[in-house]
């Protein structure tokens, strides 16, 4: 329990910051659902085979796994906000096309010929008679809406949208208790809530639900209008994959830009997803500046053979023609570390079967119990390339990043896979086996952004390139054992190596 309180006291602005994101993306995609559901159902109402094919196809919709419809939509709207809020339409618009359709077409036969018998028109009929019968169902539709959207909405974090989704994977891939909890809490706290005022909207006076309404259109809409309005200074947006490092170095590369221009402000989205992700938002403008590493941009991002066996600057260089020749990216000078990946086993099974390199698992092909990331395990320079190379024949269980760990302390997996910097590797006492055949490529961090931008902003650049050539792979684990076991904040731990290696100032 302290260190739940305490973790809310530290983190008290970033929660106020995911509850805002978390409640504007929900109450959006709420009220576009209520615009296209209820109209919908009204005109379906004397249209029952239409009405039959509608409700087969929103609940077709609704089966959909929240992650694939995601992947889906990015393609064609990007990353963010916008692919967050469709999806979350497309799961309200059940529950609230089904209640208002029975609502109406329920009404008992006898109430509709004496409302036809005053010579009521269809559009009086309806908003004298139908709805105001229907209305306890439709608002039972949209509170049920309401808590799925807010539940769901936590996948939102893994687009870059924000939200309270950002604490629960926070606490996932740091494996920390509070943040789930906090992230789990709130969003369970923020349905309730909402749906209580939805309910009280049912009975409240027409003027005091108009006033209530105005004032959260007001309070959403109008404070992000204002603080536009009101700050004036250029914002670069850069953002970081999943984990500790990623955070680690954004916060850097905030840090020496605002050092070096104050008219620059600097806004982070960490945990902004995986490598296409960030590589997508940066190309339709949605970042500035992500982190990335060599042998990721050649193993994933461009086209092209790569030659194997090359040296860390033979990769970069190769890297950095291939983004500017077929994406007009620039990828700066790369950092020391390689954080390349790696397979590891525990201390005691690495001495209990003389392990050494990764060849000598072959020795102990039937005992292995591999859990590995699902991108390791899809990746040609992961476990497919890998099983090849060194011609193993085993089959992972995939697993979070975090989870791996956890599950190879616990004894129920002996393999996993890693990167050189991870702090689970000092923190479970895990042993790396050597790459003796040199299979994976060398995986150097540098700042990627678009040449355009490197053209307009040459003092980021020149801020940024004090990062080059530092860091080496002691220093990145050490500061990510800082973040994820002794629970210090990313932003702490990238300022106190600044200023310690004299790259900031430490009054600024």
Same mark, same amino acid.
Request: charge should be positive.
């Given at each position: *329990?302290?260190?739940?309180?305490?973790?809310?006291?530290?983190?008290?602005?970033?929660?106020? +910051?995911?509850?805002?994101?978390?409640?504007?993306?929900?109450?959006?995609?709420?009220?576009?659902? *209520?615009?296209?559901?209820?109209?919908?159902?009204?005109?379906?109402?004397?249209?029952?085979?239409?009405? %039959?094919?509608?409700? &087969?196809?929103?609940?077709?919709?609704?089966?959909?796994?929240?992650?694939?419809?995601?992947?889906?939509?990015?393609?064609?709207?990007? =990353?963010?906000?916008?692919?967050?809020?469709?999806?979350?339409? =497309?799961?309200?618009?059940?529950?609230?096309?089904?209640? +208002?359709?029975?609502?109406?077409?329920?009404?008992?036969?006898?109430?509709?010929?004496?409302?036809?018998?005053?010579?009521?028109?269809?559009?009086?009929?309806?908003?004298?008679?139908?709805?105001?019968?229907?209305?306890?169902?439709?608002?039972?539709?949209?509170?049920?809406?309401?808590?799925?959207?807010?539940? /769901?909405?936590?996948?939102?974090?893994?687009?870059?949208?924000?939200?309270?989704?950002?604490?629960?994977?926070?606490?996932?891939?740091?494996?920390?208790?509070?943040?789930?909890?906090?992230?789990?809490?709130?969003?369970?706290?923020?349905?309730?809530?909402?749906?209580?005022?939805?309910?009280?909207?049912?009975?409240?006076?027409?003027?005091?639900?108009?006033?209530?309404?105005?004032?959260? @259109?007001?309070?959403?809409?109008?404070?992000?209008?204002?603080?536009?309005?009101?700050? #004036?200074? %250029?914002?670069?947006?850069?953002?970081?994959?999943?984990?500790?490092?990623?955070?680690?170095?954004?916060?850097?590369?905030? %840090?020496?830009?605002?050092?070096?221009?104050?008219? @620059?402000?600097?806004?982070?989205?960490?945990?902004?997803?995986?490598?296409?992700?960030?590589?997508?938002?940066?190309?339709?403008?949605?970042?500035?500046?992500?982190?990335?590493? /060599?042998?990721?941009?050649?193993?994933?991002?461009?086209?092209?053979?790569?030659?194997?066996? *090359?040296?860390?600057?033979?990769?970069?260089?190769?890297?950095?023609?291939?983004?500017?020749?077929?994406?007009?990216?620039?990828?700066?000078?790369?950092?020391?570390?390689?954080?390349?990946?790696?397979?590891?086993?525990?201390?005691?099974?690495?001495?209990?079967?003389?392990?050494?390199?990764?060849?000598?698992? /072959?020795?102990?092909?039937?005992?292995?119990?591999?859990?590995?990331?699902?991108?390791?395990?899809?990746?040609?320079?992961?476990?497919?390339?890998?099983?090849?190379?060194?011609?193993?024949?085993?089959?992972?269980?995939?697993?979070?990043?975090?989870?791996?760990?956890?599950?190879?302390?616990?004894?129920?997996?002996?393999?996993?896979?890693?990167?050189?910097?991870?702090? %689970?590797?000092?923190?479970?006492?895990?042993?790396?086996? &050597?790459?003796?055949?040199?299979?994976?490529?060398?995986?150097?961090?540098?700042?990627?952004?678009?040449?355009?931008?490197?053209?307009?902003?040459?003092? =980021?650049?020149?801020?940024?390139? &004090?990062?080059?050539?530092? =860091?080496?792979?002691?220093?990145?684990?050490? *500061?990510?054992?800082?973040?994820?076991?002794?629970? &210090?904040?990313?932003?702490?731990?990238?300022? #106190?190596?600044?200023?310690?290696?004299?790259?900031?100032?430490?009054?600024?």
């Amino acid at each position: *329990m302290n260190n739940l309180l305490q973790t809310l006291v530290e983190r008290r602005g970033d929660l106020v +910051t995911a509850l805002w994101q978390h409640l504007g993306i929900s109450l959006a995609a709420l009220v576009i659902a *209520m615009i296209i559901a209820i109209p919908l159902a009204i005109w379906a109402v004397r249209r029952a085979k239409l009405a %039959e094919a509608l409700l &087969q196809l929103t609940s077709v919709l609704q089966t959909i796994p929240s992650l694939a419809l995601l992947g889906l939509l990015i393609p064609l709207v990007g =990353i963010g906000t916008v692919p967050a809020v469709i999806a979350l339409v =497309i799961y309200a618009l059940l529950p609230i096309f089904q209640n +208002t359709y029975l609502g109406i077409a329920e009404i008992d036969p006898s109430i509709e010929e004496a409302a036809d018998a005053f010579g009521m028109s269809r559009l009086r009929k309806l908003f004298k008679v139908e709805l105001p019968i229907a209305l306890p169902q439709i608002i039972a539709g949209i509170r049920t809406a309401l808590v799925l959207i807010i539940g /769901t909405a936590t996948l939102a974090a893994l687009i870059g949208a924000g939200g309270l989704g950002t604490f629960i994977m926070l606490g996932i891939d740091r494996n920390d208790t509070s943040l789930l909890l906090i992230g789990a809490i709130s969003s369970a706290l923020l349905a309730i809530i909402l749906s209580a005022l939805v309910r009280w909207f049912q009975t409240a006076k027409p003027r005091h639900a108009l006033i209530v309404f105005g004032l959260i @259109v007001v309070l959403l809409g109008g404070g992000g209008a204002y603080s536009a309005y009101a700050d #004036r200074t %250029e914002t670069i947006t850069i953002a970081g994959k999943l984990g500790s490092e990623p955070d680690i170095l954004i916060n850097m590369y905030k %840090e020496l830009i605002e050092a070096d221009d104050s008219h @620059v402000k600097v806004t982070l989205k960490p945990n902004f997803g995986k490598t296409t992700f960030l590589y997508s938002a940066l190309r339709n403008d949605q970042i500035d500046i992500y982190p990335e590493f /060599t042998g990721s941009v050649l193993e994933t991002l461009v086209k092209g053979d790569s030659p194997k066996e *090359m040296t860390a600057e033979q990769t970069y260089r190769l890297a950095k023609k291939r983004l500017a020749q077929q994406a007009q990216l620039t990828l700066l000078a790369p950092m020391k570390y390689n954080n390349t990946y790696a397979l590891a086993v525990t201390e005691k099974f690495k001495q209990q079967h003389h392990l050494k390199t990764i060849s000598d698992l /072959t020795q102990v092909e039937s005992l292995l119990r591999p859990g590995m990331t699902l991108e390791f395990i899809d990746r040609d320079d992961g476990l497919k390339g890998l099983k090849q190379a060194y011609h193993l024949d085993v089959t992972a269980k995939s697993m979070e990043p975090a989870l791996r760990y956890e599950a190879i302390s616990q004894g129920r997996i002996n393999l996993v896979d890693a990167y050189a910097t991870d702090s %689970e590797l000092r923190q479970y006492n895990l042993a790396l086996l &050597q790459d003796d055949q040199r299979f994976f490529p060398t995986y150097q961090g540098a700042p990627l952004m678009k040449t355009s931008f490197v053209n307009k902003h040459p003092q =980021i650049v020149k801020a940024l390139n &004090q990062l080059a050539g530092k =860091i080496s792979e002691t220093d990145m684990q050490e *500061m990510n054992y800082q973040v994820n076991a002794k629970k &210090q904040s990313a932003a702490t731990v990238a300022r #106190r190596y600044l200023i310690k290696h004299g790259l900031l100032k430490g009054g600024h």
